[in-house]
């Protein structure tokens, strides 16, 4: 019988890839979504690409009334994979509360309702915000943390946290995953990031320029000691970090995991510059980007980039994208959206 994947935050921008990448391996999945900050139009992507109707729940995780629902319509439930929540690193430094009440609610609900219901899997959106400001890279898993640079990141250290604690003594057993920078889109063109509000992350402020949604960007901070001045991350295509999560899943349906908690970092595993990702942009699709110089953002780290090595060899996973691949299905997305009058 096919496992049954509750996917939360599902019509955002991960959780669409992902509950496609779980329908393609075998997975049923259902859908829970507040659409605060998405909509459902990547339900319809899903069902041309798959053939298959995710059920979907519009409610919001905070509710824990509402939210319970999912799980007496689908008591068969097997894994959760938890993506809904805020974050807008600017937005969490200005309005904290609205971050910890939001993050943290909707994961003890979330938690709540899977140890009622007998889930065996547990799947965490985590971050590599969690390390805060790192001395060096790459990090690998057991980096210690540093201070979180914002309320957001904070919300995913006490995530993490919160699981740990939650889950010993239990025989649910979870998965943390800490993401670098996803970015790219599904090579169909027919899904990719389509926030509500105004993206900040830098590929769809790129692609959004590039198409005349914004008149200019600017490039945060060009002082950093990195090797061109402005910040280095490490990209990592967002179907290749869907594709993680049903890894994940396998490995603790299979009973590979020993530990309550396994945690893993996934990104390519080197970091570029947000100069070199303008660059990526421009050579891969012969378009020129509006941009200025500008000061550093508030809550940034200067540079961040992943050691992978314990996701391959433990989950088998292997990024299979670049930036080439990256920068290219993002402008093919952006262009597919804007003509079909998409935000
Ligand atoms: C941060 C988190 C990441 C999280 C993401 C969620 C860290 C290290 N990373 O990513 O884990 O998933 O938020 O939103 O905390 N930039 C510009 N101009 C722009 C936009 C961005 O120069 O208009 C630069 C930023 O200064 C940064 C880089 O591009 O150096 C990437 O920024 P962004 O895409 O927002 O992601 P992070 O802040 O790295």
Request: charged share 20%; glycine share 8%.
């Amino acid at each position: 019988m096919k496992p049954k994947v509750l996917v939360t935050g599902g019509t955002g921008y991960i959780g669409s890839h992902t509950m496609l990448d779980l329908l393609e391996n075998g997975c049923d999945v259902v859908c829970i979504d507040s659409c605060i900050n998405s909509d459902t139009s990547c339900l319809e992507a899903i069902r041309q690409l798959s053939g298959v109707e995710v059920p979907f729940y519009q409610a919001d995780l905070c509710d824990l009334g509402a939210s319970e629902r999912v799980f007496r319509d689908h008591p068969d439930i097997s894994g959760v994979i938890h993506f809904a929540a805020l974050k807008a690193v600017g937005e969490s430094v200005e309005k904290p509360l609205l971050y910890f009440r939001n993050n943290v609610d909707s994961l003890i609900n979330i938690l709540d309702l899977s140890l009622r219901y007998g889930v065996k899997a547990f799947i965490f959106s985590s971050s590599c915000t969690v390390y805060g400001d790192v001395q060096k890279s790459p990090v690998d898993e057991n980096t210690p943390w540093q201070e979180a640079a914002s309320p957001y990141g904070r919300t995913k250290q006490i995530g993490e946290q919160i699981i740990r604690d939650t889950l010993q003594h239990t025989s649910m057993k979870s998965i943390l995953l800490r993401y670098f920078n996803p970015a790219g889109a599904h090579p169909s063109g027919k899904m990719g990031e389509s926030p509500i509000n105004p993206p900040q992350n830098l590929v769809p402020v790129i692609t959004e320029t590039a198409i005349g949604k914004r008149e200019s960007m600017t490039v945060f901070g060009t002082d950093y000691p990195t090797r061109d001045g402005s910040c280095i991350r490490d990209y990592i295509h967002v179907c290749d970090l869907a594709h993680a999560h049903t890894l994940a899943l396998k490995h603790v349906f299979a009973d590979r995991q020993l530990s309550q908690t396994e945690v893993f970092n996934l990104g390519i595993g080197n970091g570029l510059t947000v100069l070199e990702i303008i660059e990526a942009f421009q050579k891969q699709t012969g378009v020129s980007l509006s941009y200025t110089l500008g000061d550093r953002r508030a809550g940034d780290v200067m540079a961040i980039y992943s050691d992978h090595t314990k996701a391959s060899k433990v989950l088998g996973w292997e990024p299979k994208m670049d930036i080439n691949d990256i920068v290219s299905s993002a402008w093919t997305w952006e262009k597919n959206r804007s003509t079909a009058g998409g935000k």
